[in-house]
């Protein structure tokens, strides 16, 4: 079990949040048909290149699924060959566009133009902390954090990690993962082994984002050794790509084409949907899953299709994704926009992470029965499966063990959809790991999560109904599957 007690610190002053990924202009062109063939690539092109002279002269469209004459290829076999030339009509706008609102009207009055939308920011779906501490300075000898690690505890505490640990292939080898989100902090005491760095993007510079990337990393692939934290799956071999500079989309479909099937992609990321503004309060309700943007349900969609297991954070907006609300088709979105939350035929394939409360007293805190939904959740029907959003400690943040070098930072205070996901991703990872050769498909392993695990639990005013899913359960998983 986790110590619960708790290394005395002190507070210090409040620190400012991740700063925001820019807003994206979101292009999509009229569709050639379903199929790639020498027509419709020279239809796209043409397309492309009628609508860059209509755009500033120091912007320019960028195929979010390029290259194109490759594209076919690398869908060929998969469940989305036979639609692959609908992925030829999505395009980012990079460079210096101005007002991106009044391009974006301007394109959609162009016939070659089906839809053109601004994407609101990426931002990071952490949960704010309880308490806002800083520690004393790294000793010499970083100590073993494991004991307060709960989450890699049997079930129902945690996710039966260390079970895992001890099955041939269970620290995760083999398997390939890439988080999608700002920057990260790979030269971290505790990221040493199997790390492959950032591959795409441009990091950011911003310590919230770097912090928060390489918390993520921690959770997963932490060394294993007898100091710091030890990772899920530490034998995973984990990589990054950033949004900054490539927006969301085309991160994941570079991370797609990286990776194999039964590999796991990691989309850390959340937006403020369509009821942010519902109470005008400068937080992160209504804030909801990035699949609900066309661009990145497609990329999304591409990845399962190729037979990446993709997770991705619900988001923090404390929102019911099976509202209404969700089904209404915003006016600047493509006419054949299906609502991704309703599932069946709109469904994205990825698994869905809401976050659930740690076991009561962890670290010296309650955040209300364990496995019950944390009030700052989204739920829903979507939902496949929750993680810790409270108490996980990992590398990055400084207020476990702080001073003044980042490479001996750790936290034990991780939060949010944020750190909820990674322990998904880590579940995912060592159970691939130990089916080897024989990995399962993104379909079985949803099945898997929702099937098996540890049960949601309810509490006053946040029922089971308010569906997060259960808590993975490694034991349970290998005996289904």
């Given at each position: 079990?986790?110590?619960?007690?708790?290394?005395?610190?002190?507070?210090?002053?409040?620190?400012?949040?991740?700063?925001?990924?820019?807003?994206?202009?979101?292009?999509?062109?009229?569709?050639?048909?379903?199929?790639?063939?020498?027509?419709?690539?020279?239809?796209?092109?043409?397309?492309?290149?009628?609508?860059?002279?209509?755009?500033?002269?120091?912007?320019?469209?960028?195929?979010?699924?390029?290259?194109?004459?490759?594209?076919?290829?690398?869908?060929?076999?998969?469940?989305?060959?036979?639609?692959?030339?609908?992925?030829?009509?999505?395009?980012?706008?990079?460079?210096?566009?101005?007002?991106?609102?009044?391009?974006?009207?301007?394109?959609?009055?162009?016939?070659?133009?089906?839809?053109?939308?601004?994407k609101?920011?990426?931002?990071?779906?952490?949960?704010?902390?309880?308490?806002?501490?800083?520690?004393?300075?790294?000793?010499?000898?970083?100590?073993?954090?494991?004991?307060?690690?709960?989450?890699?505890?049997?079930?129902p505490?945690?996710?039966?990690?260390?079970?895992?640990?001890?099955?041939?292939?269970?620290?995760?080898?083999g398997?390939?993962?890439?988080?999608?989100?700002?920057?990260?902090?790979?030269?971290?005491?505790?990221?040493?082994?199997?790390?492959?760095?950032?591959?795409?993007?441009?990091?950011?510079?911003d310590?919230?984002?770097?912090?928060?990337?390489?918390?993520?990393?921690?959770?997963?692939?932490?060394?294993?050794?007898?100091?710091?934290?030890?990772?899920?799956?530490?034998?995973?071999?984990?990589?990054?790509?950033?949004?900054?500079g490539?927006?969301?989309?085309?991160?994941?479909?570079?991370?797609?084409?990286?990776?194999?099937?039964?590999?796991?992609l990691?989309?850390?990321?959340?937006?403020?949907?369509?009821?942010?503004?519902?109470?005008?309060?400068?937080?992160?309700?209504?804030?909801?899953?990035?699949?609900?943007?066309?661009?990145?349900?497609?990329?999304?969609?591409?990845?399962?299709?190729?037979?990446?297991?993709?997770?991705?954070?619900?988001?923090?907006?404390?929102?019911?994704?099976?509202?209404?609300?969700?089904?209404?088709?915003?006016?600047?979105?493509?006419?054949?926009?299906?609502?991704?939350?309703?599932?069946?035929?709109?469904?994205?394939?990825?698994?869905?992470?809401?976050?659930?409360?740690?076991?009561?007293g962890?670290?010296?805190?309650?955040?209300?029965?364990?496995?019950?939904?944390?009030?700052?959740?989204?739920?829903?029907?979507?939902?496949?499966?929750?993680?810790?959003?409270?108490?996980?400690?990992?590398?990055?943040?400084?207020?476990?063990?702080?001073?003044?070098?980042e490479?001996?930072?750790y936290?034990?205070?991780?939060?949010?959809?944020?750190?909820a996901?990674?322990?998904?991703?880590?579940?995912?990872?060592?159970?691939?790991?130990?089916?080897?050769?024989n990995?399962?498909?993104?379909?079985?392993?949803?099945?898997?999560l929702?099937?098996?695990?540890?049960?949601?639990?309810?509490?006053?005013?946040?029922?089971?109904?308010?569906?997060?899913?259960?808590?993975?359960?490694?034991r349970?998983?290998?005996?289904?599957?």
């Open positions: 079990m986790a110590s619960t007690a708790r290394p005395s610190r002190q507070r210090r002053p409040g620190v400012p949040g991740p700063a925001v990924a820019p807003a994206e202009l979101v292009v999509v062109t009229t569709s050639a048909g379903p199929r790639i063939t020498p027509i419709a690539l020279r239809e796209n092109r043409s397309a492309r290149a009628h609508l860059d002279r209509i755009l500033p002269d120091a912007a320019h469209l960028v195929p979010i699924f390029g290259p194109d004459n490759r594209l076919a290829a690398r869908l060929a076999g998969t469940p989305q060959a036979s639609a692959a030339c609908d992925y030829l009509s999505y395009f980012t706008v990079q460079g210096q566009a101005g007002d991106l609102g009044e391009l974006a009207d301007r394109l959609r009055r162009d016939d070659a133009v089906a839809a053109a939308y601004v609101p920011a990426a931002e990071l779906p952490l949960a704010p902390l309880t308490e806002n501490v800083a520690a004393p300075d790294a000793p010499a000898v970083t100590p073993d954090f494991r004991d307060r690690q709960g989450y890699l505890d049997a079930a505490t945690g996710i039966d990690a260390a079970w895992a640990h001890t099955r041939p292939g269970g620290l995760g080898a398997v390939r993962v890439i988080d999608i989100e700002g920057a990260w902090r790979f030269t971290h005491e505790d990221l040493r082994q199997n790390q492959g760095g950032v591959i795409g993007g441009t990091s950011s510079t310590l919230g984002w770097r912090n928060h990337g390489t918390a993520v990393a921690g959770e997963i692939s932490g060394d294993l050794n007898a100091v710091g934290v030890t990772g899920i799956a530490p034998e995973a071999h984990i990589r990054a790509i950033s949004v900054f490539i927006g969301s989309a085309t991160a994941i479909r570079s991370a797609a084409d990286t990776l194999d099937p039964g590999d796991v990691l989309i850390e990321l959340h937006r403020p949907g369509p009821r942010f503004d519902y109470r005008g309060q400068p937080d992160q309700r209504g804030y909801i899953a990035v699949e609900w943007w066309p661009d990145d349900f497609a990329a999304i969609r591409y990845a399962v299709g190729r037979g990446i297991v993709v997770v991705e954070a619900a988001g923090n907006g404390n929102e019911n994704l099976d509202d209404p609300v969700y089904d209404a088709r915003p006016g600047d979105f493509p006419a054949t926009w299906h609502n991704p939350f309703r599932g069946g035929s709109a469904d994205s394939g990825a698994v869905l992470v809401g976050a659930g409360a740690p076991p009561p962890l670290h010296g805190r309650d955040h209300g029965p364990a496995r019950s939904r944390l009030p700052f959740s989204n739920y829903g029907a979507r939902l496949d499966v929750q993680g810790w959003g409270r108490e996980v400690t990992t590398t990055g943040y400084g207020d476990l063990q702080g001073g003044g070098d490479d001996l930072w936290t034990d205070e991780f939060s949010g959809t944020s750190s996901s990674p322990i998904v991703v880590g579940a995912v990872a060592a159970y691939q790991g130990i089916r080897g050769s990995r399962a498909t993104p379909d079985e392993i949803r099945s898997l929702r099937d098996t695990g540890s049960p949601q639990t309810a509490v006053p005013g946040r029922p089971a109904g308010q569906r997060i899913g259960n808590l993975p359960d490694l349970a998983m290998l005996g289904r599957g």
